[in-house]
C-alpha cells in the first residue's frame, strides 16, 4: 500500500510515526513521510526530519522522509492527490472531558477534503 504519513511535531504525530513505520516494516508498505509545519508545535522542523530518519533507520525500511512547506494541510491532500497515495496518516484527536472527540485544525482539513482514506492516530 501507498502510504503518506503527515507528521508536525506534535506527541500525537510521533505516535502516528511510530505506528506507520511500524506497520510499513511488516506489511511492506510504500512509505513517504512529509514533516509539516504546525503552528501549534514548539518542536523545530528539522528535529522532526531527524526523528522520522530515525524510526525509518531503526526500522530497516526504505522510506522517503521529505519537509513540506506551504498550508500543511492543503499540502498533505494535494500532495496525496498528486501522487496518487492509497492512504494518508495523520496523528490526532483527544477525548474531551464531556466524552467527545476533538481533533486538530491539520487532521480536520485533511479528513473533511481528502479524496482518499485517512487513518487518524490517537
Known amino acids: ?3 503518506l504519513c503527515g ?4 506527541d500525537d504525530s510521533f505516535r502516528a510515526l511510530d505506528r506507520t513505520v511500524e506497520r510499513a516494516a ?19 522542523p528539522e528535529d522532526v526530519v531527524e526523528r522520522a530518519e ?6 530497516g525500511i526504505d522510506a522517503e522522509v521529505r519537509q513540506v512547506e506551504g498550508d500543511p494541510g492543503s ?6 492527490e498528486r501522487e496518487e ?19 486538530g485544525s491539520i487532521a480536520e482539513f ?13
Do not use: Q
Not at 497515495?85 to 481533533?103: A, D, N, Y
Open 1 to 3: 500500500m501507498k502510504v
Open 7 to 10: 507528521i508536525g511535531g506534535s
Open 26 to 44: 511488516v506489511a511492506n508498505d510504500d512509505l513517504t513521510i512529509a514533516v509539516v509545519e504546525n503552528p501549534d508545535s514548539s518542536v523545530d
Open 54 to 59: 530515525a524510526a525509518v533507520a531503526e526500522a
Open 75 to 80: 499540502r498533505l491532500v494535494e500532495i496525496a
Open 85 to 103: 497515495f492509497e492512504e494518508i496518516v495523520l496523528g490526532g484527536g483527544h477525548t474531551s472531558p464531556m466524552g467527545k472527540i476533538t481533533i
Open 110 to 122: 485533511v479528513l473533511l477534503n481528502a479524496k482518499t482514506s485517512v487513518t487518524l492516530v490517537r
